[in-house]
């Protein structure tokens, strides 16, 4: 499945996956390690955690879209002391 593909199912799923964060935070631990068939001594399994890993990719945040020139111009047009300097 392409990378962009994943966003969007990613992005779509978020409110669901927000509200099941909520609910994890107040489950038991013991049923939370039910839940997710794993072992609170051990961790996961290497197998388990590379299913992970494909499932949900790494966890890293996405890097906010670079401004274009354009918006650099007008946002150092608009600064203050430019503004105080131009009257």
Do not use: W
């Amino acid at each position: 499945m392409p990378k962009s593909e994943q966003k969007l199912q990613k992005k779509k799923g978020s409110s669901a996956q927000l509200d099941k964060q909520a609910d994890d935070a107040v489950t038991p631990i013991d049923a939370l390690a039910q839940q997710y068939k794993t072992d609170v001594q051990k961790g996961l399994t290497s197998k388990k955690a590379a299913e992970i890993l494909e499932r949900d990719g790494l966890n890293e945040l996405e890097k906010p879209p670079k401004p274009t020139l354009l918006l650099l111009f007008l946002m150092q047009l608009t600064s203050f002391i430019i503004i105080l300097l131009m009257v």
